[in-house]
C-alpha cells in the first residue's frame, strides 16, 4: 500500500496562494481517485476536493472556484492549488486515497498522514 506525505502549508495572509503537495511512496498510475479533505478546530475533517483518473475533479461549494486539484502520475503526488486563500480555510489538510461507500459517497480508504497546517491570517 501506498504511503501519503502532505507538504506545502503555512502561515499566509488573506487573499493569498499556496500549493500543496501530496508525495506516494509508490505509484499513484492505477489509483483512480485521490482527494484532499481538511479539519478545522472543533469541526469534522471535510472533503474539499477530490480528483478520478480521468482527471474529472469535483470541489466543495466552499473552495469552489478558488482552489485546483491535479495529479501527476509520474511524480507519485497530487497537488491542490489554494487561491484567494481565507480565514475560514485556516486547517489541517489531507490527502488521501479515495473509493465509494455502499450509499455512493467518496470515502478514504487509507490511514491518515500528519496532514499539512493552513493558517490564513493576516
Known amino acids: 500500500q501506498v504511503q501519503l506525505v502532505e507538504s506545502g502549508g503555512g502561515l499566509v495572509q488573506p487573499g493569498g496562494s499556496l500549493r500543496l503537495s501530496c508525495a506516494a511512496t509508490g505509484s499513484i498510475f492505477s489509483i483512480n481517485a485521490m482527494g484532499w479533505y481538511r479539519q478545522a478546530p472543533g469541526k469534522q475533517r471535510e472533503l474539499v476536493a477530490s480528483i478520478i483518473s480521468g482527471g474529472i475533479t469535483n470541489y466543495a461549494d466552499s473552495v469552489k472556484g478558488r482552489f485546483t486539484i491535479s495529479r501527476d502520475n509520474a511524480k507519485n503526488t497530487v497537488y491542490l492549488q489554494m487561491n484567494s486563500l481565507k480565514p475560514e480555510d485556516t486547517a489541517v489538510y489531507y490527502c488521501?486515497?479515495?473509493?465509494?461507500?455502499?450509499?455512493?459517497?467518496?470515502?478514504?480508504?487509507?490511514?491518515w498522514g500528519q496532514g499539512t497546517q493552513v493558517t490564513v491570517s493576516s
Open positions: 488521501n486515497v479515495l473509493g465509494r461507500s455502499l450509499g455512493g459517497t467518496w470515502t478514504y480508504l487509507r490511514p
